[in-house]
């Protein structure tokens, strides 16, 4: 990563990839409680009269330690700028950013790109 040139717009491209993948990672459940019935035998004809399960993707190593990365770049910006940075990469429109931050659409992409120029330019200089 050393000789790649950041810029705002890979920024925003990795935080929506860190988004992604933080989707596709498993849910949190509490600890402590377990089912000790056995699993049920179900016939072939059963299975087939089953409603399909959507199929579950989990996310590769790599793309987990990029989140990680991600969650060291927000560290860099203010907590504003964090939430905004998040919500454009969670796909918010833009009328709802701009609503939450009080301002108008403009205001907010200026914001949002003045955000990820910050953590570019502190990858840039590292």
């Known amino acids: 990563m050393a000789d790649r040139k950041w810029t705002a717009d890979c920024v925003a491209d990795h935080f929506e990839e860190a988004f992604r993948t933080l989707r596709k990672l498993p849910p949190v459940k ?3 409680y377990f089912n000790t019935w056995p699993d049920i035998v179900r ?4 299975i087939a009269a089953m409603e399909p399960q959507p199929m579950r993707v989990w ?13 060291d770049w927000v560290l860099w910006i203010e ?3 964090r939430k905004l940075v998040w919500s ?5 429109p833009w009328k709802q950013i701009s609503g939450e ?13 003045l955000a990820l120029t910050k953590i570019a330019a502190r990858l840039n200089a590292q």
């Open 30 to 32: 509490a600890q402590g």
């Open 43 to 46: 016939t072939s004809r059963e």
């Open 59 to 71: 996310p590769s190593a790599a793309a987990i330690t990029r989140l990680e990365q991600t969650f």
């Open 79 to 81: 907590e504003a700028e």
């Open 88 to 92: 454009r990469a969670a796909r918010v």
């Open 101 to 113: 931050l009080g301002c108008d659409r403009t205001t907010a992409w200026r914001r949002w790109q």
